[in-house]
């Protein structure tokens, strides 16, 4: 990443010193990202940047093994389609990302300054904490009185350069009249450098620089790990919207040019290759093809496309090339439209109160009346507002929230850290709290509890004859069935027969001469087959009666498992989809489902959701479509497949990275267990509070029981998490 | 105690540098890749002459 840091470093220094020639406009070098999802040692790192380096254009490439991401700076016309054939013949898997949607992640700023922060606490609290030792351990009358002005000298400085983000945040809070865990930090890190100032001014006993540093140091390493935990999450989100990276070809004037989606205008006309998504609403004014619209309604059956008939972004071309006058871009398509029901079922989410506002809600006020009390109560016993106020200050900096403040993120990073590594993404910081509620599960079907692809379920019922026919045909399409049909075919040892003039004919099939007859496998009407509700595809040889191959969705691997744990753990496992009643019933049967639900709209998934919950359940939705974002949005909490539609993985709270659907049951139970730490954390806190508590209350803490306070319980925090990972 | 004339302002030198090294590397993005840097060390590229 040092590449895009100083792009002119990079430049040969020789150019530098050349005399001046007529400046010509330099093309600029293009950055190619690409995504390398197979990389995990150091063989493959020097493989990958050898390969990339030995191609042509390319000036750069480097390796970042901890995103699994390669950046490239290579000559303007260098392309990601030319770098990606190279890592493949290498033996990489790679795809091309959209550098503009990685932006947010190379320039982590925020991340950065808290680091920097971190570091300056760290580094005045150790030189304090050394002055202080020597305080406790005897230093008297000048030497005392020294160190605890050096003490001043570095904790002022230093608190108000890495402090700030409480400030910032108790101020915040402050003016809209509310309570937040950073008020009374503010407050007890204020009062004891206001104390020890005036302590120290006076060549007083205790001074709680020490204290206030440490407290802030803690402090940073808890906002730090929270914000490392997401910025994980959100770098690894990012990386799955950039690899679709959002093109289009648009035909002006009969001749192609590739543009980027939002630069599509109405009227354009738009190709579609086979394969390829719809990037807008349109009609299609040319070609005839099969669409796939499993991701918008759930259907596995693909529907026929031809002239007239309109289109929704989102939907997949299967055969052949399409051209569509766009009708709608950009915010008005219909899955931008789709986002609206999301917005309306947003609320469900909205109404947690995650477990540390919760504590914040109880602390801060039960710590501020404390203190205050203890100043008055010192004040009348003792007349002497200096007495007073060091105890008010004891009372607060004691019962610092550091360990609150580390009991959460400390956790969520060692769980998040966890499912990580099984393969789940935590995009959301209450995610892992509300999971660990979950007591019923909704699945959606299609792409969800099945992987999407069609596998062959009769080939048994078909003669070797037919069958090698059938094989020779689907081997000449690219069509998700005939593909299925010619693995199960070459799995089964079938060798295709002969064929001539074999075509294919973009949404019907593929037809050709065998032995001089006409042979076609194709869509029922085509080859004079029945329609029914199942996935069904038809061989016709010459005159005899055509034969009926059958296709179910093929499960996705670990659906079974996934749903057998939810069952086993007692939970409710409902089935909704959008897809026939026939297709819907045999795989609820095959995972044993009681509760399912066929031909569902989006918003009758929405509703179902809605309706479990009002009934005070905590609904789990699993679902990948965009007709399931709005369940997904209105479920107390919800996971999609990586291979889900953008916005279905935006309104998700977790996203599953892998194909195999089992970490699910998984996760939840460390969800369960990762609460179950949070509340002993909580727990942890509080004892330290009921032990050193009373002692500042009564005017015997000294800075050095503070220090031990803070630091052993901050640290038991930490380690309590630790067991988690 | 005039040893301390010349301990306290060594110790926090000391911690200076430290400190002033910590946000030299953190600029300088070597904390991008903590991963990748751990497993480049065993590669023998580079091993003769340092990367041009």
Known sequence: ?725 | MEVLAYLIPISLLLGGVGLVAFIYTVRSNQYEDPEGDARRILSDEWDDKPKP
């Open chain 1, 1 to 725: 990443m040092t590449v895009q840091a100083t792009p002119a470093s990079a430049a040969c220094p020789g150019c530098i010193a050349a005399p001046a020639e007529p400046v010509r406009p330099i093309p600029e070098d293009v950055q190619i990202a690409l995504s390398l999802p197979g990389i995990h040692c150091s063989a493959c790192i020097s493989t990958v940047e050898r390969e990339l380096n030995a191609h042509p254009g390319v000036e750069d490439a480097r390796v970042n093994l901890t995103l699994k991401r390669a950046m490239v700076k290579a000559a303007p016309d260098t392309r990601a389609v030319d770098l990606i054939p190279v890592l493949e013949r290498a033996g990489f898997e790679a795809h091309e990302l959209d550098p503009g949607a990685l932006s947010a992640t190379q320039s982590d700023k925020a991340g950065r300054d808290l680091l920097m922060r971190l570091a300056v606490a760290g580094f005045a609290s150790m030189n304090v904490m050394l002055l202080s030792v020597s305080v406790w351990s005897g230093a008297t009358d000048a030497t005392r009185d020294m160190f605890h002005w050096i003490s001043a000298a570095i904790a002022l400085p230093a608190i108000a350069f890495s402090a700030q983000p409480f400030f910032t945040n108790a101020w915040s809070a402050l003016r809209v009249r509310r309570l937040n865990m950073d008020v009374p930090i503010v407050l007890a890190i204020l009062l004891a450098l206001v104390t020890s100032i005036w302590e120290t001014a006076l060549s007083g006993e205790h001074a709680y620089f020490d204290a206030a540093l440490t407290l802030t140091f803690f402090l940073l390493a808890g906002r730090y790990l929270d914000y490392r935990t997401r910025a994980a999450a959100r770098s690894a989100a990012e990386e799955l919207t950039a690899l679709e990276v959002p093109r289009a070809i648009r035909l002006v004037d009969g001749t192609e040019e590739e543009v980027a989606v939002v630069n599509l205008n109405l009227g354009d006309l738009v190709l579609v290759r086979p394969g390829g998504r719809m990037p807008v609403d349109g009609e299609i004014v040319s070609g005839q093809s099969e669409l796939d619209r499993s991701l918008l309604t759930g259907e596995t059956l693909p529907v026929f496309a031809e002239v007239g008939l309109n289109v929704s972004a989102g939907e997949v071309n299967l055969t052949g090339p399409l051209t569509i006058r766009a009708t709608a871009v950009g915010e008005d398509t219909s899955l931008h439209r789709m986002a609206d029901l999301v917005a309306i079922a947003e609320s469900g989410r909205s109404r947690y109160t995650s477990l540390a506002d919760k504590a914040a809600k109880l602390y801060a006020p039960g710590v501020h009346i404390l203190s205050a009390l203890s100043f008055v109560g010192w004040y009348i016993y003792s007349g002497d507002i200096r007495t007073a106020l060091n105890i008010a200050a004891a009372v607060l900096i004691i019962t610092c929230p550091c360990a609150l403040g580390l009991a959460v993120p400390a956790v969520t990073t060692a769980a998040s850290g966890r499912l990580f590594r099984n393969g789940m993404l935590i995009k959301h910081a209450t995610a892992l709290e509300r999971l660990a509620e979950v007591d019923t599960v909704v699945f959606d079907k299609t792409g969800t509890l099945t992987s999407g692809a069609p596998e062959l379920t009769d080939l048994g019922d078909h003669s070797r004859g037919d069958l090698q026919v059938a094989l020779a045909l689907a081997e000449a399409s690219s069509h998700p069935l005939s593909q299925a049909l010619a693995k199960a075919a070459r799995e089964a040892g079938i060798k295709p027969a002969t064929l001539r003039d074999v075509l294919e004919v973009p949404g019907y099939g593929t037809e050709g001469l065998f032995q001089d007859q006409r042979v076609r496998l194709g869509r029922a009407a085509w080859v004079d087959g029945e329609d029914d509700e199942q996935t069904t595809a038809w061989l016709a040889i010459g005159s005899r009666p055509p034969l009926r191959f059958a296709f179910t969705d093929s499960l996705r691997a670990g659906a079974t498992e996934a749903v057998a744990a939810f069952r086993a753990a007692g939970k409710d496992v409902i089935l909704i989809s959008g897809d026939t009643q026939g297709a819907v019933r045999a795989l609820a049967g095959k995972l044993g489902i009681e509760d399912w639900i066929a031909q569902a709209l989006p918003q009758d998934k929405a509703a179902k959701v809605q309706e479990l919950s009002d009934q005070g359940r905590h609904v789990l939705m699993v679902g990948d479509g965009l007709n399931d974002t709005a369940a997904l949005a209105a479920a107390h909490v919800s996971i999609s497949p990586a291979s889900a539609l953008d916005a279905a993985r935006v309104a998700s709270d977790i996203v599953l990275l892998g194909n195999d659907l089992s970490p699910i049951a998984e996760a939840c139970n460390t969800a369960v267990m990762a609460t179950r730490r949070i509340r002993e954390n909580f727990r942890i806190a509080t004892v330290y509070n009921v032990i050193a508590v009373p002692l500042a209350v009564a005017g015997l803490a000294t800075p050095l029981i503070a220090a031990l306070a803070m630091s052993t319980s901050s640290i038991t925090v930490s380690l309590n998490a630790l067991r988690l990972r």
